[in-house]
Nanobody, 123 residues
């Protein structure tokens, strides 16, 4: 089991940018695929993006494609989510997770989760 720690959330104006980080605390990632999800109150956790850092394959939710970019620095055991052109509808708690098995787009495929970091976009 890997402890994941997110950071980088905050308050930003519409059109602004943020970069989130997800670090594996104390050890390396044990899966080559890592994902970002987000959640707003009363709603299910929503897939944002996933990366296989060995193959470089990435998938994005259509709502963020072209604005968000996921990357991994293996030397630092850290995954990043660069978010540009942020909109109020991007406001959520963002979670990183380590892929285990199954469909990438569902939370059930991930077995290690961070505690989440709040992103708030003001209009």
């Amino acid at each position: 089991q890997v402890q994941l720690v997110e950071s980088g959330g905050g308050l930003v104006k519409s059109g602004g940018s943020l970069t989130l980080s997800c670090a594996a605390s104390g050890r390396t990632f044990t899966s080559n695929s890592l994902g970002w999800f987000r959640q707003t109150p009363g709603k299910e956790r929503e897939f944002v993006t996933v990366i296989n850092y060995e193959s470089g394959t990435r998938y994005y939710n259509s709502s963020v494609k072209g604005r968000f970019t996921v990357s991994v620095d293996k030397a630092k055991n850290t995954m990043y989510l660069r978010m540009n052109s942020l909109q109020p509808e991007d406001t959520a708690v963002y979670y990183c997770a380590q892929y285990y098995n199954g469909n990438y787009f569902y939370t059930s495929a991930y077995n290690d989760w961070g505690q989440g970091t709040q992103v708030t976009v003001s209009s």
